[in-house]
């Protein structure tokens, strides 16, 4: 069983930034992805890191958000130019051992961080 726990999130004007922050127990090599969910619509996958290293971002993040990993596995986002629409409670998820971002499911899911963009 993996546990991911996130942090970082708060409020932050429009323009500004955010750096998020996912603690996880595993050790072995998963994809891992930044997923985000606001009031009233579906969840979107903002960011991933596959097991072979592949990024991926979603189209309304690119150039703006970006996704790494450090060598004890624990994953972040640095969210910069911040707008309105990002707004949402972020998580954290990760697939079993080996997994891609394109082709495996996410198992594994941490509490989620709220991330409020005012203007």
């Known amino acids: 069983q993996v546990q991911l726990t996130e942090s970082g999130g708060g409020s932050v004007q429009a323009g500004g930034s955010l750096r998020l922050s996912c603690a996880t127990s595993?050790?072995?090599?998963?994809?891992m992805a930044w997923f985000r969910q606001a009031p009233g619509k579906e969840r979107e996958r903002v960011a991933c890191i596959g097991s072979d290293a592949e990024i991926v971002y979603a189209d309304s993040v690119k150039g703006r958000f970006t996704i790494s990993q450090d060598t004890a596995k624990n994953l972040y986002l640095q969210m910069n130019s911040l707008k309105l629409e990002d707004t949402a409670t972020y998580y954290c998820a990760s697939t079993r051992p080996a997994g891609y971002c394109g082709s495996t499911a996410f198992v594994f899911w941490g509490q989620g961080t709220q991330v409020t963009v005012t203007s």
């Open positions: 595993q050790y072995r090599r998963y994809a």
